[in-house]
Nanobody, 117 residues
Framework: QVQLVESGGGLVQAGGSLRLSCAVS????????MGWYRQAPGKQRELVAVVSRTLGSTNYADSVKGRFTISRDNAKNTVYLQMNSLKPEDTAVYSCNAATYAGYAYWGQGTQVTVSS
């Protein structure tokens, strides 16, 4: 059983920074990518950033490129999302995701990020 626990959300002013962490417990066997998604009120969940667990390659949503950085520490089974130059439109519940090579996805419970103007 794989469990994901996020931390690091909160309230920040526009232009500020936050770092989200996602600690993964359980077997990492078969985990291909780890990523962050977000869902704002009234909107669909969208991909923010994803990182390959083995290769370290990354992919970002256009709206966060140049501001957010995803990284992973395989020794700690943890993935991070460094968010800089935050904007009010970044306000959302951010959820950690771990996807297997077979296409199965594990999800964390989510953490609220609120950016005030």
């Amino acid at each position: 059983q794989v469990q994901l626990v996020e931390s690091g959300g909160g309230l920040v002013q526009a232009g500020g920074s936050l770092r989200l962490s996602c600690a993964v417990s359980g077997s990492m066997f078969g985990i291909n990518t780890m990523g962050w998604y977000r869902q704002a009120p009234g909107k669909q969940r969208e991909l923010v950033a994803v990182v390959s667990r083995t290769l370290g390659s990354t992919n970002y949503a256009d709206s966060v490129k140049g501001r957010f950085t995803i990284s992973r520490d395989n020794a700690k089974n943890t993935v991070y999302l460094q968010m800089n130059s935050l904007k009010p439109e970044d306000t959302a519940v951010y959820s950690c995701n771990a996807a297997t090579y077979a296409g199965y996805a594990y999800w964390g419970q989510g953490t609220q990020v609120t950016v005030s103007s």
